[in-house]
């Protein structure tokens, strides 16, 4: 099956620092989806993105399904960002296949 | 308005008991999930309906038995509540036959057994 693999594992970042989370897949998806699950436990459908770049104010990100890899950008983090970032990709099929997150623990 | 909820929230019971957790989504979709997500944060997926019929069972033990009154609602129910049920479990859903596998996860059902 599909395999994801997400980058990096944890990140420590000082508010108001930009970072780059990176999602590689190792197969063809159809679609991805990005995912903030906060410290109260909630997952909030950040992007639906199958190619291309959106942006949703301080959040963009990137597909490239042909290099299959997908990049979350966060800049001027605030300790509210604090939290997992999943990224899942859907196979062929329609069904979420899901990595380990990112764990981002934004200081004061 | 609420796209998908759950309740309870939070479920605390003893080993043996039986006991249910209730989904409804108002976003007109025609599938839905459940999820459980372990306490090293790994999500993995249980049962899908798509109008009221079961399209996924992912290897689930039988005391876990998922019921879809009605497309807007899917119900898991629990037999026999075991130690290593204790988990959050999400519910979710989607409308893949518009194109857009795009999944909406409920709030969570924090299920602790003792």
């Known amino acids: 099956g599909i395999q994801v693999e997400q980058s990096p594992p944890d990140l420590i970042l000082q508010e108001g620092a930009n970072s780059t989370l990176r999602c590689n897949f190792s197969d063809s998806v159809n679609n991805l989806q990005w995912f903030h699950q906060n410290p109260w436990g909630q997952l909030i459908n950040l992007f639906y993105?199958?190619?291309g770049t959106k942006q949703n104010g301080r959040l963009s990100a990137t597909t490239v399904a042909t290099e299959r890899y997908s990049l979350l950008y966060i800049s001027s983090s605030q300790t509210t960002d604090s939290g997992v970032y999943f990224c899942f990709p859907y196979n062929q099929g329609g069904k979420l296949i899901f990595g380990q997150g990112t764990e981002l623990s934004v200081k004061p | 308005d609420t796209a998908v909820s759950q309740t309870p929230k939070y479920l605390v019971t003893q080993m043996g008991n039986d006991k249910s957790i209730k989904c409804e989504q108002n976003?007109?979709?025609?599938?839905m999930y459940w999820y459980k997500q372990d306490s090293k944060k790994f999500l993995k997926i249980m049962f899908s309906y798509n109008n009221k019929e079961l399209i996924i069972n992912e290897t689930v033990p039988n005391r876990f038995s998922p019921k879809s009154p009605d497309k807007a609602h899917l119900n898991l129910h629990i037999n026999s509540l075991e130690l290593g049920d204790s988990a959050v479990y999400f519910c979710a859903s989607s409308q893949p036959e518009q194109g857009s596998h795009e999944q909406y996860f409920g709030p969570g059902t924090r299920l602790t057994v003792t």
């Open positions: 993105i199958p190619s």
């Open positions: 976003l007109g979709h025609d599938t």
